[in-house]
């Protein structure tokens, strides 16, 4: 077989108790109606560090054909497809080619079972792919078998005991715990907390869930989250969902979304005039996202380089097959920036996308 939770600074707690002491809380009338309710806080960001990639073996594999397994179901997937053509164009010049090949329009396990069991039969010479959750396992550990493979962005933890050489992705709970920050930041612990989640099956979004739940009942224990519900990375569902969260608790404060389709929940804080009233975190820097942090609708929004993670994952793969060893740990970290309005340029430049 081939074988921060960063804590709020004492200002902005200062300032919660400050609100507190005057009596910065409006009535329900005000807040039903998105007139009233205390300004949001300043958020304080995080640019990460300069994105650097992974080299190919100076050596031709004529034919060698790599295949990395993912979806794109939401805007996100644009930037893991844009390093996937990136390192298909730095391995040809090796002989090699990458495909990027969408698995399927759902994300769920048995559609991650057919593409894997589909790319070992037409002959793929490595595979890397985003296996969501615990259930892909088997079908890894039969790839595994025949060809190195290795996981990239979502996984379960089983994969590596099943035989992935490597996991290339975001520490989840930590990513969670920095969206937690953030929002303590922006509401200042004041009102209630809504989530929305892409799907509680997918491993990665269930991490980043209770590592924002667990940071946020330390930071702001007096401030309950009120309701968690699954969009299925849909921009649709989250604005039809963070609309129902904010009719049903007037004192809502804020919007975490752990997944695809935050913009949606951006887009109900804007119909219901709750700008700068309703913070939203959520992940990614994709276009949408960018432009409602730029006009403050959305407050921060938590990086895992998908850009990288495709491209590395592919040359890496070629790595292995020109003889160098896999990645000497499993575990291969992403950067996580925290943009914000603030810094929203700086983080655009430190990830190369500018």
């Known amino acids: 077989m081939w074988a921060m939770r960063s804590t709020v600074r004492a200002v902005v707690l200062a300032a919660a108790v400050a609100l507190a002491a005057a009596g910065c809380s409006t009535s329900d009338a005000e807040r039903a109606d998105g007139t009233g309710g205390p300004s949001l806080g300043v958020v304080q960001g995080d640019s990460g560090n300069s994105v650097g990639h992974r080299s190919a073996a100076d050596v031709n594999l004529p034919g060698t054909r790599i295949a990395l397994i993912a979806f794109a179901n939401n805007p996100f997937w644009d930037t893991v497809i844009q390093g996937a053509e990136a390192a298909n164009h730095e391995l040809s010049a090796h002989g090699a080619s990458v495909d990027y090949i ?18 070992v039969s037409q ?18 550990s039969r790839a595994a078998a025949a060809v190195p493979v ?20 975001q520490p989840a709970i930590d990513a969670g715990a920095k969206a937690a920050t953030a929002m303590a930041q922006a509401t200042l612990c004041t009102g209630s907390i809504g ?30 989250i009120v309701g968690t519900v699954e969009n299925g990375d849909d921009a649709g569902q989250a604005l039809s969902q963070a609309n129902d969260l904010m009719t049903a608790n007037p004192d809502l404060r804020g919007i975490y979304v752990t997944a695809g389709g935050p913009f949606g929940a951006g887009q109900a804080v804007q119909q219901r005039g709750r700008t700068g009233k309703v913070a939203v975190v959520a992940y990614d820097f994709v276009p949408q996202n960018v432009d409602l942090i730029r006009s403050g609708v959305m407050q921060a929004a938590v990086g895992q380089d998908p850009y990288g993670s495709s491209y590395d994952t592919a ?40």
């Open 123 to 140: 002959g793929y010479d490595a595979i890397g792919v985003v296996s969501l959750a615990d259930g892909a396992c088997p079908a890894i």
């Open 315 to 354: 040359i890496d793969l070629f790595n292995m097959l020109a003889g160098q060893p896999k990645p000497e740990k499993y575990f291969q970290p992403v950067d996580v920036a925290v943009m914000t309005t603030e810094n929203v340029d700086e983080v655009l430049r430190s990830q190369g996308t500018e």
């Open 150 to 169: 290795a996981t990239f962005i979502a996984e379960g933890n089983c994969a590596q005991q099943a035989g992935a050489a490597f996991f290339r992705g």
């Open 102 to 119: 969408t698995a399927g329009s759902a994300m769920d396990v048995p559609t991650v079972e057919n593409a894997l069991n589909s790319a």
């Open 195 to 224: 989530i929305i989640t892409g799907s509680f099956s997918v491993q990665q979004h269930e991490q980043r869930r209770q590592g924002f739940v667990d940071a946020y009942a330390q930071e702001c224990p007096g401030s309950p």
